[in-house]
């Protein structure tokens, strides 16, 4: 059970304070509701870009790592589809440095210096050199817009285009900047050996005067139902075949997400699975095969993806994988199997549970969701899935007309 308490800023500011004494540290974690899926189709990899842009330097703070790592602390980002998330651990007595440091960059950036200038070129060769030069770098730039036609989920994190970052104005990243990363937009969890009250007097005294903008709206094109297969084939420079197979599902916030879930887990999950025993192990026509869910906020994608065996046919490999797939749906999950797969995730949410980071970041994200309580709640609802349940969503969603298949060739 994951103890917090909760307060709104007068700028809609939302702050979560979890008190640990069990640790000397303090974690801060900063949510920003903005992703990928918040970028225009012309514009995109912004909310990337600033996962870099953030740490160089604010309009006050030149040098965001120096005075975090005086204060015994270190810090970290990331981004996804759906969020930006930016955090510090610290000794709990330094806590106010983090405050400092994260409103002043929310303030606002160092739109003057270089900072521009120098993470442009970064976030540029990291495109480079782990999405164009890299073997199976472009794979999910080729399943997102196979897969998706109309919804923001069409590209990844890093980008639909190099050129989107590379053309990218002052004045683009300006209004990208204070349209998504204002107080009303952010969450703050703050978890470890930490006061409430004083939480609640630093969060005043550094972001209660932050303005807020309450213009931001999530005017997200929902994504059609898809009626029939697609297929595409790409030849590249890459060591081996590869199959990869996407399927609509449902989002986070759908309560069949978690049936889904653990149907990937029951597929893929450890040596002792159904696809590596039977794909790998047994017929030896992948040497690596996995089953996985994007876990997005909006309806995401169930994948399949292997590499497969040297000499092995794309055709002989998809059909053993479709025979899987055609035996869950008719045969459906044994109670030992369910139980295993169970059991894992109930491992790895009390796993997670044991560091301060992490709660922070389980609380920001459940509560983004609409529910901070969800961190002490969602063990039960994986608990509460049936085997009934994910035959019955194997069938609704591992439909032919709902995959969308790309066959990888090497040259």
Request: charged residues 30%; contains cysteine; negative net charge.
């Amino acid at each position: 059970m994951i103890h917090y308490e909760k307060f709104t800023l007068d700028n809609g500011m939302r702050v979560l304070v979890h008190r640990d004494t069990t640790t000397l540290l303090a974690a801060f974690n900063l949510l920003y509701n903005v992703g990928a899926r918040d970028e225009t189709e012309d514009k995109t990899g912004f909310a990337h870009l600033f996962e870099h842009l953030m740490f160089g330097g604010s309009k006050n703070i030149p040098s965001f790592d120096e005075p975090l790592q005086r204060a015994g602390g270190e810090n970290n980002a990331f981004t996804s589809n759906d969020i930006t998330n930016y955090y510090e651990t610290l000794p709990a007595h330094n806590l106010e440095t983090a405050f400092w440091l994260e409103s002043d960059r929310m303030l606002e950036l160092d739109f003057e210096g270089r900072a521009l200038e120098v993470q442009r070129k970064v976030v540029s060769e990291e495109f480079k050199e782990h999405y164009i030069n890299q073997p199976y770098g472009d794979v999910w730039h080729k399943l997102r817009t196979l897969a998706y036609t109309t919804h923001t989920y069409r590209w990844p994190t890093i980008g639909k285009e190099l050129s989107h970052i590379e053309n990218a104005t002052i004045d683009d990243v300006k209004n990208f900047f204070f349209k998504n990363y204002r107080p009303n937009n952010a969450i703050l969890v703050v978890a470890g050996n930490v006061e409430v009250s004083e939480v609640k007097r630093l969060a005043e005294k550094y972001f209660g005067s932050i303005p807020s903008n309450p213009t931001i709206e999530k005017n997200i094109p929902a994504e059609p139902k898809q009626t029939e297969a697609r297929k595409l084939e790409v030849r590249a420079d890459v060591p081996l075949d590869a199959l990869y197979k996407v399927y609509h599902m449902p989002g986070r916030l759908d309560k069949r997400y978690y049936p889904v879930d653990l149907l990937s887990d029951i597929l893929s999950a450890g040596k002792s699975s159904r696809l590596y025993q039977s794909l790998v192990k047994e017929k030896k026509l992948f040497s690596e095969v996995s089953a996985y869910i994007t876990g997005s906020i909006d309806p995401g994608l169930f994948v399949f993806e292997g590499k497969l065996v040297k000499g092995v046919k794309m055709e002989d490999a998809e059909a053993a994988m479709q025979d899987e797939i055609n035996y869950l749906k008719e045969k459906g999950v044994d109670a030992t199997e369910l139980e295993k797969v169970k059991n894992r995730v109930e491992s790895q949410i009390e796993f997670a549970e044991m560091e301060v980071l992490h709660k922070a970041m389980s609380l920001a994200y459940a509560e983004l969701l609409g529910d901070a309580d969800l961190v002490n709640s969602e063990k039960e609802l994986y608990r509460k899935v049936t085997a009934a349940e994910i035959q019955t969503e194997a069938k609704n969603i591992l439909q032919k007309e709902n995959c969308s298949t790309l066959y990888y060739y090497a040259n």
